[in-house]
């Protein structure tokens, strides 16, 4: 009878052993399974997660060693005799080569400038080129701000310059600076304003969370930070002057280029622009990376899946508005009626440069 009673409680504490046991296994396998799904750091993008090897020694061209995950994993790319270095020093003009280790797992030699009929390209008066790559024109107005992107980790928006001649009954308008916003950060890229062109003088101006920066022209020719998230920003300068490639690792890649209305252009279009403004303005090429389903924005729309352009086709100017709904108060506002970014503190305002 004594040993029944101990039996009990054993055979309890027994079961009640496997049971935790069984419970904190499981807990572990959930664990490991929440890890593989998380979130990849800020630098983890496909396209740009490999390590820059030591370049072969006769002919200097470049190498990478892919670490990104898929049929890229532990490959070593090499950069063709057509374009051997990512950032051509001697002659900015040259092709570069272009790394990329996701599942194209490829190596290509690519201009380093925005290309204003490729995909996600906006240049001129202005004329976009969306994700979907249909052309379509934004009038707006000049002296006014826009948002051209907008997404849950991405806002851009877009200010406006432009000019009304008499008789017309709206204004021509360009980019002249560019506010990229993420984390708690801004990059501002513009156009500074000059009464004379020169192709020789930088009128390019950038600042970071309010304050001027510096790109060098001598060495790398680049500048670069570290947000406190751990994402590198650089702004590398693809020629000696007015170009720029401006990336936000895991989020985007811009080709930025300053350029002025020429006389000619001026002429032929009639915009009748004053003799003491150059009106330099932007051209620009964006590469997105991590787009959430719900991105909105002028451009940003186009890289919705299934999204289908308003734009008629076969007209020369094909339309789109939006005005309203992509207005914003300022360069530096990520608020407007379709807007879906918010920021978790706030960024200082400054005036356009």
């Known amino acids: 009878m004594e040993a ?37 750091p800020p630098n983890d993008a496909a396209t740009t997660n490999y390590e820059m090897l030591e370049p072969l020694p006769k002919t200097n061209q470049e190498r990478a060693f892919c670490h990104a995950r898929g049929k890229c994993h532990y490959k070593t790319l090499t950069c063709p005799p057509e374009c051997p270095q990512r950032k051509p020093k001697k002659n900015k003009k040259n092709k570069g080569c272009f790394v990329d280790c996701s599942s194209k797992c490829e190596i290509t030699c690519k201009w380093r400038r925005p290309k204003c009929n490729g995909f996600g390209s906006l240049c001129y008066d202005p004329r976009f080129v969306g994700g979907d790559g249909v052309m379509f024109y934004f009038h707006g107005s000049k002296g006014s701000d826009f948002a051209i992107f907008s997404d849950h980790n991405l806002h851009i928006n877009a200010h406006l310059i432009g000019a009304r001649p008499a008789g017309r009954t709206r204004d ?152 309203d709904k992509y207005y914003v108060s300022s360069l530096y506002s990520p608020s407007c009626k379709l807007c879906i970014f918010s920021r978790p503190s706030s960024s200082p305002l400054i005036e356009v440069a």
């Open 4 to 40: 029944r009673k101990l039996y009990f409680p054993v055979a309890l504490l027994l079961l009640l052993f496997i049971f935790i046991s069984i419970s904190a296994a499981a807990a572990q396998g959930n664990s490991g399974n929440n890890a593989t799904k998380q979130k990849k």
């Open 172 to 323: 021509y308008t360009w980019v002249q600076a560019l506010a990229v916003m993420f984390d708690a950060h801004t990059l501002m890229i513009a156009a500074k304003k000059v009464a004379h062109w020169d192709d020789r003088t930088d009128a390019l101006a950038v600042k970071w969370d309010g304050q001027s920066v510096a790109v060098p022209t001598e060495g790398d020719a680049e500048w670069r930070t570290s947000s406190g998230s751990g994402r590198e920003v650089v702004v590398e300068r693809t020629d000696d002057v007015n170009t720029v490639r401006v990336t936000v690792a895991g989020l985007v890649e811009i080709d930025v280029r300053v350029t002025p209305i020429g006389e000619e252009e001026n002429r032929v279009h009639n915009y009748q622009l004053p003799s003491d403004d150059a009106f330099a303005h932007l051209e620009t090429q964006f590469r997105f990376a991590n787009l959430s389903d719900r991105v909105d924005g002028i451009l940003g729309i186009t890289y919705r899946p299934g999204y289908v352009s308003p734009a008629k086709k076969g007209v020369l100017m094909p339309l789109v508005g939006g005005e």
